[in-house]
T-cell receptor, first 113, second 114 residues
Framework: DSGVTQTPKHLITATGQRVTLRCSPR?????VYWYQQSLDQGLQFLIQ???????AKGNILERFSAQQFPDLHSELNLSSLELGDSALYFC????????????FGEGSRLTVL | GENVEQHPSTLSVQEGDSAVIKCTYS??????FPWYKQELGKRPQLIID?????GEKKDQRIAVTLNKTAKHFSLHITETQPEDSAVYFC?????????????FGTGTRLQVTL
């Protein structure tokens, strides 16, 4: 158990819909990262937050947005969903003070039909 | 942005043999190079990492080497065991402190056969 909690574990929805994925980081970690892993693909970096502020951005689509709340949990919002958005979405956390190990959650598997 | 290439995409070895996975990166400012192991249906987990001021690091059967001049780093697993079967990802980190971006390679599926 990494200490990072992601909900929901599985989500099935239709094209055009909007979903919210939630992540609670390890206790004490200030940084949260979101990654997308499509079938048989690598881990694509989406975005990083540190203590509530956006700090690094990857190839995140405009249809996607994220935020980190004062209690440090984070949400990833995916809207106008397309079939190609079907993937495993991982959240990871780290203390944030030094580049180092990321602790991944179990992921949220999104299926868009 | 950073581009991390990883080879091979699949690797099959016999139990007890060694396995080597190689990665190259493009951004000379990258300063941290971790390796993650992802078992089927599980989350990625760090197995070893190396920073840019070190050329080699070893942890039991696992070692990583870094060549900053050539911008490549490698994972070496000796005396492979069936439980080593998994997908391995290399990564390179840009930035530091409170703002960092970890770019992953495309992964190597390692199969250790009996």
């Amino acid at each position: 158990d990494s200490g990072v909690t992601q909900t929901p574990k599985h989500l099935i929805t239709a094209t055009g819909q909007r979903v919210t994925l939630r992540c609670s980081p390890r206790s004490g970690d200030l940084s949260v990262y979101w990654y997308q892993q499509s079938l048989d693909q690598g881990l694509q970096f989406l975005i990083q937050y540190y203590n509530g502020e956006e700090r690094a951005k990857g190839n995140i689509l405009e249809r996607f947005s994220a935020q980190q709340f004062p209690d440090l949990h984070s949400e990833l919002n995916l809207s106008s969903l397309e079939l190609g958005d079907s993937a495993l979405y991982f959240c990871a956390s780290s203390p944030g003070s030094v580049t180092g190990e990321l602790f991944f959650g179990e992921g949220s598997r999104l299926t868009v039909l | 942005g950073e581009n991390v290439e990883q080879h091979p995409s699949t690797l099959s070895v016999q139990e007890g043999d060694s396995a080597v996975i190689k990665c190259t990166y493009s951004d000379s400012a990258s300063n941290y190079f971790p390796w993650y192991k992802q078992e089927l249906g599980k989350r990625p987990q760090l197995i070893i990492d190396i920073r840019s001021n070190v050329g080699e690091k070893k942890d039991q059967r696992i070692a990583v080497t870094l060549n900053k001049t050539a911008k490549h780093f490698s994972l070496h697993i000796t005396e492979t065991q069936p439980e080593d079967s998994a997908v391995y990802f290399c990564a390179a980190a840009q930035g530091g402190g409170t703002a960092s971006k970890l770019t992953f390679g495309t992964g190597t599926r390692l199969q250790v056969t009996l």
